[in-house]
């Protein structure tokens, strides 16, 4: 079904949709997202933002070119206690004709206890979806961060880490024949939110018991401060991080 037709709110939310998907298609073709023949994986958590990214991708493999095939994969981190709503996501793929892949994996965090649950469920996440991409054949890993992820990291590396550094719209993978890309990069966070609930792009059933405990909610909070001062800060934030993509 074309996203359009399941808005019901009228010509605002209308807009809305033309808007990220704009952004969305001049994310894939400023920064190369996609190339004829790509097979991609799209990492499928539950929440918002991958679901938009789902259906967006979704409609684009339905266009001559490039030709892209697509399917999606939800991990489900077997010791963190927090439930996705699987059926509906599974119904959610099914009428967009994406095959959808449920991969378990979990971890042991007494064997690395420098680093906290959260990065422990990051990085396993990240290798069961990499492990599943390779030995199926896909050559792309699609994650659905929007423009307000890569600020709120770029803050926190900043603060944290003294570096400017933060994630990329695209990146090749250093142990794996793959190559990461976030086509949601140039969409800000608070025009896909007013839409989740029309588009049925609903969270987890219950959200994780860590999520409200790590350093990257102060940040989100800090960039929409920011953001409250000088209304052109997001902006000129991106523009500061593409010189850095231009560089890399």
Request: hydrophobic share 40%; proline share 4%.
């Amino acid at each position: 079904m074309d996203l359009n037709s399941q808005l019901t709110d009228g010509k605002d939310a209308c807009r809305t949709m033309m808007q990220i998907r704009r952004l969305f298609n001049k994310a894939c073709t400023r920064y190369g997202l996609l190339a004829d023949g790509d097979r991609i994986l799209l990492a499928l958590s539950g929440g918002k933002d991958s679901m938009l990214m789902a259906r967006l991708m979704a409609e684009r493999a339905r266009i001559f070119r490039p030709s892209i095939r697509v399917e999606a994969a939800h991990v489900v981190m077997e010791n963190i206690p927090y439930e996705t709503d699987r059926p509906h996501m599974q119904a959610f793929c099914h009428d967009l004709g994406l095959p959808l892949h449920i991969l378990h994996t979990g971890f042991d965090e007494s064997t690395d206890t420098r680093r906290t649950r959260c990065v422990l469920c990051a990085r396993y996440r990240r290798m069961a979806l990499m492990e599943f991409a390779r030995d199926h054949g896909f050559n792309k890993v699609a994650l659905g961060h929007h423009m307000d992820d890569f600020l709120s990291t770029m803050l926190m590396n900043m603060l944290y880490e003294g570096s400017l550094h933060s994630m990329s719209p695209s990146m090749s993978m250093r142990h794996y024949p793959l190559t990461l890309i976030r086509p949601l990069c140039l969409v800000p966070e608070q025009i896909i939110a007013p839409l989740a609930a029309e588009l049925s792009l609903v969270r987890q059933s219950r959200s994780c018991p860590y999520e409200d405990r790590t350093r990257r909610t102060d940040m989100e909070a800090l960039a929409r401060h920011l953001c409250s001062l000088h209304p052109e800060a997001r902006q000129s934030m991106w523009h500061a991080l593409e010189k850095g993509f231009c560089a890399g």
